[in-house]
């Protein structure tokens, strides 16, 4: 790998993996990498993080709006196919496509019936609009699998996303949500007070890697 074209995406703090484009065979491919975390990190966190999210890529194929050709490079790295675009973070409300939150909607509804909930969508990174104006979603290292929680919690998990969606509907796009919506999210954000986890707990803090 290191002898191929590659581009450093961003690099992680001490607990997050290195983001980096590569090319291979014409194709590009995103890769998350773990090993140049510190020695136990890598070892325990990073493994347990590449696993549960190549996990989540396999459980959720197929689905338009989920990044594609899941791979494990080795313990410590996934990949799957790079998708040109750009996070909702870094887009303007003027480059966001009139149905694009409908069709976001209707992606983590198509996520939750095979059972996974993402846990962090009101983090803007993790949501693209890619070069056809539909979205994507990433970073599924906060993602549970629902066949191993009490049902008693997978509707409050699935209202965690779910806030995600409204939360940036209502500041990027206001003027198409309608007050239905605008009402669920006034709700779901009562009952999200008892949530106790906010994303993944590691390397939340301090600078990255050099």
């Not at 090319?23 to 590009?28: L, T």
């Not at 966001?96 to 996520?111: A, Q």
């Not at 994507?136 to 699998?145: A, G």
């Amino acid at each position: 790998m290191e002898e191929l074209p590659a581009q450093v995406l961003s690099r992680g703090r001490w607990g997050n993996a290195d983001l980096i484009r590569l090319v291979f065979n014409s194709n590009q491919y995103t890769i998350k990498d773990f090993s140049p975390c510190p020695l136990i990190v890598k070892k325990i966190w990073g493994k347990w993080m590449v696993r549960r999210e190549y996990r989540a890529f396999l459980r959720l194929e197929g689905i338009k709006g989920i990044p594609e050709e899941p791979f494990m490079l080795d313990a410590y790295a996934v990949g799957y196919r790079f998708v040109p675009g750009k996070t909702l973070r870094a887009a303007g409300a003027d480059e966001i496509p009139d149905g694009f939150f409908p069709e976001l909607e209707e992606l983590v509804h198509r996520m939750h019936e095979r059972n996974i909930v993402h846990l962090d969508l009101r983090n803007r990174r993790n949501i693209l609009i890619d070069e056809q104006g539909s979205p994507v979603l990433l970073d599924f290292q906060s993602c549970l699998d629902l066949n191993f929680i009490p049902s008693a919690f997978h509707r409050l998990l699935k209202e965690v996303d779910l806030s995600g969606v409204y939360k940036s509907w209502l500041g990027l796009r206001p003027d198409l949500m309608d007050e239905a919506r605008k009402d669920r999210l006034q709700r779901l954000n009562r009952r999200r007070r008892f949530w106790i986890f906010r994303g993944y707990p590691m390397g939340t803090r301090g600078g990255r890697r050099r």
